[in-house]
């Protein structure tokens, strides 16, 4: 493996690298609570702050989570698919969408027996997203999901999105890790930008970046291949890397570049 593919946007100043943290910077679990970056990468963006590299944390965990997840301040975060935003040490939120409250409620109902199944239900800003990895039966846990969600009257506001494992609902409106890159690309100047994501909602990311180039910004983007992923991930990206492990060994061999280039 070399990164010569890379090497014409890991040229460009300023430099962005915007990456996924799920099954990205952190191995993937089976309970999402316990999900936790790991050490190398986490010392591998230091690093690359300290290079002068912008690095945005692009999730969708709530904000909260991933700035305890990831433990970079001085990191830019887009939270929550693009809702929730902290960009030099401000936070910031997209306007909310959807009666999240009688969501709460009326999904509430079904929870006591989706926990019965193994499913986990995460309170997420203004959204729920329903976990199905632990459950026994992930064909009959995600039925049970699906009915659940059905039957409460305030779900038709919110937006379906699915990933690995997972089922969520989230308020109705533009919002997507797509346009958390453009909003993240712009606020913070980047004209060469490398993305790193493993799920299909990365897919937007990727294509957002590569849309920068009208603008005149060189990016590629890297997927994370894990046996889970699904083949969209694969068509947007430029390259691929193996796993949370592959990251690592991309993230030090950017440093190195990115090293080389600034003596
Ligand atoms: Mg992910």
Redesign the pocket.
């Known amino acids: 493996m070399d990164i010569d593919p890379l090497r014409a946007v890991l040229s460009r100043r300023p430099l962005g690298l915007f990456s996924?943290?799920?099954?990205?910077l952190s191995p993937i679990v089976e309970r999402p609570e316990d999900a936790a970056v790991t050490p190398r990468s986490r010392s591998l963006l230091e690093s690359l702050i300290r290079e002068g590299v912008r690095v945005a944390l692009i999730t969708g965990r709530p904000l909260a989570t991933a700035q305890a997840m990831v433990g970079i301040d001085n990191a830019a975060y887009a939270a929550n698919h693009g809702l929730e935003f902290w960009i030099n040490g401000m936070s910031k939120f997209k306007a909310d969408g959807g009666d999240y409250y009688a969501l709460l409620e009326q999904v509430g109902d079904a929870v006591d027996e989706l926990e019965s199944m193994g499913i986990t239900m995460e309170r997420k800003g203004q959204g729920v997203a329903f976990h199905y990895r632990q459950a026994s039966d992930e064909v009959a846990a995600r039925a049970r999901i699906e009915g659940a969600i059905r039957r409460a009257p305030a779900a038709k506001d919110f937006q379906w999105i699915e990933g690995?494992k997972v089922i969520e609902l989230r308020p109705d409106i533009e919002a997507s890790k797509g346009t958390a890159t453009r909003e993240l690309a712009s606020q913070l100047e980047v004209q060469g930008l490398v993305c790193l994501?493993?799920?299909r909602t990365?897919v937007a990311m990727f294509e957002a970046a590569h849309a920068l180039a009208r603008r005149g910004v060189r990016a590629q983007s890297v997927a994370v291949l894990s046996p889970e992923i699904h083949p969209d991930v694969l068509v947007a990206a430029d390259y691929a890397v193996e796993g949370v492990q592959g990251v690592e060994w991309l993230l030090a061999e950017i440093l190195k570049a990115v090293g080389a280039t600034s003596r």
């Open positions: 996924d943290i799920d099954g990205t690995r994501g493993d799920d990365d």
